[in-house]
């Protein structure tokens, strides 16, 4: 069944400027693009955080007919170590507030924004998450 996350895709009428706008927020270039060859980008990737996880981002006019204008559907939440901290740098980068930051449980805060091409992002503080970590890190008995 789900073995882990793969890929994650994001709509942008502008790759290009969703490039730049994510390469700011990620601290990272992508690492893969298409067309490229001088050829405005289509499709382009990048690599993050713990797991290599990999964030593509695709020209909108190769959306899924039943595709929706404006944010909505799943909200991938990525764990940051600060949510409050991350989520202001995210609005000084010209995102908007989906849904305010809100403490879930013990270890647990969720915040969500729009960023500038109309896809939600999410940030989370999961104790669970750095758990799995630091138990990858442990060797066994």
């Known amino acids: 069944m789900l073995r882990g996350m793969s890929t994650i895709s994001l709509w942008a009428d502008d790759v290009a400027e969703a490039v730049d706008w994510y390469t700011e927020v990620l ?5 893969f693009e298409r067309p490229g060859q001088g050829l405005p980008p289509a499709y382009v990737e990048f690599r993050i955080g713990d797991h290599q996880h990999e964030l593509g981002i695709i020209d909108r006019r190769y959306a ?24 202001g740098r ?4 010209g995102a908007t507030e989906y849904e305010p930051i809100t403490e879930r ?3 647990f805060v969720t915040a969500s924004v729009v960023d500038p091409f109309g896809n939600v992002l999410g ?10 970590l630091d138990a990858r890190r442990t060797p066994g008995p």
């Open 64 to 87: 899924p007919a039943p595709a929706r204008p404006g944010p909505g559907g799943a909200v991938v939440f990525w764990h940051v170590d600060d949510v409050e901290g991350a989520v």
């Open 27 to 31: 601290g990272v270039e992508p690492y």
């Open 90 to 93: 995210l609005l000084g980068l």
């Open 123 to 132: 940030v989370m503080y999961n104790s669970h998450y750095l758990e799995m």
């Open 105 to 107: 449980g013990p270890g």
